[in-house]
């Protein structure tokens, strides 16, 4: 049976509400300040459920997902979405760390303080539990 707002295309908002956790509200901003943009069918207005979003928006938006659920702020967000979106495809098979600046650093560079993030993870569209880490 498929999630509620799936089709072949990719999920409307209901669909990466379901599977990000994230708020009607928040998705919305993200889409309308154009920092994660529907790739397919942009629908003007808001309410209509009609946007679509494909793969590689929704591990962006569960990447946020998971940095706003360890209380990251917008100031480490907005960076943190822009450097995300730019990763070679590679890195998402890994665990990164997320500075409190919005850089994205490799989980082995010393001395990094930032929210460990499970990119594959994201990746595959799951929101996980990820820990603070201190690696150094």
Known sequence: MAMSGTNAE???IYGVMDATGMTYRMIDYLDR??????R???????????RLWGPEQ???LCFVA???AHGATHHTLIPAIRNVADL???IWR??????????????????????LVDLDEC???SVVRQELAAVG
């Open 33 to 38: 300040e154009g920092i994660v943009t529907p």
């Open 66 to 68: 998971v940095l706003r």
């Open 10 to 12: 990719g999920l409307n």
């Open 123 to 125: 990746r595959q569209g």
């Open 58 to 60: 929704l591990r962006i």
């Open 94 to 115: 890994q665990q990164v760390i997320v500075t409190a600046a919005g850089d994205i650093v490799p989980l082995t560079t010393p001395g990094i303080h930032g929210w």
């Open 40 to 50: 397919l069918s942009p629908a003007k207005g808001t309410g209509n459920g009609s």
């Open 88 to 90: 070679d495809y590679q």
